[in-house]
């Protein structure tokens, strides 16, 4: 019986090692798939910076163009009004003509 027990304790020990090898091949597997997020992770991280970077200069330059934009339509404004008085202008001219050609009469 001694050496039915030793036999099975012997098998029970190889069966323990190969279950604790299969574990411990499974948990490096799964530390190397962790390994590959990481650094794909760390990819992720530096482009969402970058991403981030240009959104942030893109949303300056378009408050640029929004200010330039609001300059140029007061510009804009103001042409005109200077047009009005410019064709008022004209428009004085043309009196003054005939007042002048009747003041030569």
Do not use: P, W
């Amino acid at each position: 019986m001694a050496s039915a027990s030793s036999s099975s304790a012997r098998h029970l020990f190889d069966d323990s090692k190969k279950r604790l090898c299969a574990r411990v091949g499974i948990n490096v597997n799964n530390l190397g798939s962790v390994a590959r997020q990481v650094v794909r992770s760390s990819k992720t991280n530096e482009i969402m910076h970058q991403t981030l970077k240009n959104f942030t200069q893109v949303d300056v330059v378009s408050d640029y163009s929004h200010q330039n934009l609001q300059k140029m339509s007061l510009i804009l404004q103001h042409v005109g009004y200077q047009y009005d008085v410019m064709e008022d202008s004209v428009n004085h001219l043309d009196y003054l003509k005939e007042q002048v050609t009747a003041m030569e009469r």
